[in-house]
């Protein structure tokens, strides 16, 4: 049992200094990304959530609804692109940082556009 808590304390250190060596990289290209792909701002989406909500009468509105379905449609839209621009990356490595979980910095970026607030709970 001790070496697979040893394994796990490998494993988050390896990632921290792979976040911390790459970490810019990261943030610039998710930057670009969302610059050369997403043509509509953040505000914009929610002010037209927020307009089907007063249109369908809705009692209120939930953010954790609201960003699950951001990230349907996003997933359904950006996540093979973005796994494809990924591939080109030379300094992107799956076994720190998968597709999946800068699939979901994306979306917080998207939301924040600060991806060094979001940066270090990725992955």
Not at 86 to 111: G, H, V
Request: hydrophobic residues 35%; contains cysteine.
């Amino acid at each position: 049992m001790g070496k697979i808590v040893q394994l796990s304390g490998y494993r988050k250190k390896s990632r921290l200094e792979y976040l911390a060596k790459h970490g810019h990289q990261i943030a610039e290209f998710l930057h670009g990304f969302i610059a050369r792909n997403i043509e509509t701002d953040y505000e914009s989406v929610h002010y037209a959530y927020l307009a089907g909500c007063r249109e369908d009468n809705a009692e209120a509105w939930d953010y954790s609804e609201f960003r699950e379905a951001l990230r349907d449609a996003f997933e359904d839209s950006y996540f093979e692109i973005l796994k494809k621009e990924l591939s080109t990356q030379t300094w992107f490595d799956s076994r720190y940082a998968s597709p999946k979980q800068l699939f979901e910095l994306c979306l917080s970026t998207y939301i924040t556009e600060e991806p060094q607030r979001v940066l270090p709970k990725a992955t």
